[in-house]
């Protein structure tokens, strides 16, 4: 009668095999969530640029409408400075919100892996356009800046 022995266990070697698979399986699940992460940010990166170009476009094409009295004397583009204004108001604002978001999932993510992520050019990406809005609105509302 043969005795069965912890290491020649059937059922063992197939649980460590299964806690192998397991532990690669949830490694890979936790990779595909960064990367989804890392996609959604990019999404908000082109939906915010938008926004700010095409906010601060509406803004100073009316500016410069006025500036070279091209629309006469009497008319003040109060509608489409505030939505111009609005729009790059908007666009910034939801990048931040956007970007911090993904900061936070991705601590989360790190803690969760133990071990460091990494580097994220979606993140990079997303800080240089907050940036870029910032400026568009240091622009429209106390005129400074390269713009």
Known sequence: MSTITPQSDPSTAELDTSTRLG???TQLAVTRSGLASERTLMAWIRTSLSMIS??????????YLLESKAIG???EPRGPHAVGS???VL???LLIIA???HWLFRRRLQRLRKERLPFSLALLAA???VLLGLMALLNLFFRLGPF
């Open 99 to 101: 970007t911090m978001q």
């Open 23 to 25: 532990l690669e399986r």
């Open 127 to 129: 800080s240089l356009m």
């Open 54 to 63: 095409f906010g601060f476009t509406i803004y100073k094409f009316f500016q």
């Open 91 to 93: 666009g910034t604002v």
């Open 86 to 88: 609005m729009l790059v």
């Open 73 to 75: 004397d009497n008319w």
